[in-house]
T-cell receptor
Framework: DTAVSQTPKYLVTQMGNDKSIKCEQN?????MYWYKQDSKKFLKIMFS???????INETVPNRFSPKSPDKAHLNLHINSLELGDSAVYFC????????????FGDGTRLSIL | EDQVTQSPEALRLQEGESSSLNCSYT??????LFWYRQDPGKGPEFLFT???AGEEKEKERLKATLTKKESFLHITAPKPEDSATYLC???????????FGAGTTVTVRA
């Protein structure tokens, strides 16, 4: 069973479109995250939810909006996609917010044409 | 702001040739230092958590150590399947986010 799963795995779309990425974890964790990995492979935190409450909100354009319908799901909606949004987006989860290892999905590769 | 610097950027090893990767960090109160392995096209896979200076963790050919300023990941007698990018991350006491280094890409030749 996949612990942290993301869909879709690949997303190719035009500039200006709106798209969503879905994430689900079956580990029973309380905390979920979205990361962006750029072309230089640098992983940077975007958002984190703990028990459906937003606890980390880094300097991210407000075109990016996370939504957590329940503890097992954290989705990412992106409006008005721009060329610079091309990257790999990773979802992760951990038991709680502090000291706990995060478990990652395999990423969604977003390409903007 | 927490900072993590990993060196070298890339490491090419012959099978059986042991080596070490470095992770230097600055953080306000360390909650934990984490090592991950990332294979191409995959998400980071958790390896170790270290919480305090002097702590060591081992898993197969990998051993992680921690001081107050840096951590080392030692790879003993590596095999080609140890080829991957190794990421280091810290969590400080100011907030709950993980700050990652840029990684060290290890290639082990048979």
């Amino acid at each position: 069973d996949t612990a942290v799963s993301q869909t879709p795995k690949y997303l190719v779309t035009q500039m200006g479109n709106d798209k969503s990425i879905k994430c689900e974890q079956n580990l029973g964790h309380d905390t979920m995250y979205w990361y962006k990995q750029d072309s230089k492979k640098f992983l940077k935190i975007m958002f984190s939810y703990n028990n459906k409450e937003l606890i980390i909100n880094e300097t991210v354009p407000n075109r990016f909006s996370p939504k957590s319908p329940d503890k097992a799901h954290l989705n990412l909606h992106i409006n008005s996609l721009e060329l610079g949004d091309s990257a790999v987006y990773f979802c992760a989860s951990s038991q709680d917010v502090s000291n706990q290892p995060q478990h990652f999905g395999d990423g969604t590769r977003l390409s903007i044409l | 702001e927490d900072q993590v610097t990993q060196s070298p950027e890339a490491l090419r090893l012959q099978e059986g040739e042991s080596s070490s990767l470095n992770c230097s960090y600055t953080v306000s109160g360390l909650r934990g230092l984490f090592w991950y392995r990332q294979d191409p096209g995959k998400g980071p896979e958790f390896l170790f958590t270290l919480y305090s200076a002097g702590e060591e963790k081992e898993k197969e050919r990998l051993k992680a150590t921690l001081t107050k300023k840096e951590s080392f990941l030692h790879i003993t007698a590596p095999k080609p399947e140890d080829s991957a990018t190794y990421l280091c991350a810290v969590q400080g006491s100011n907030d709950y986010k993980l700050s990652f280094g840029a990684g060290t890409t290890v290639t082990v030749r048979a």
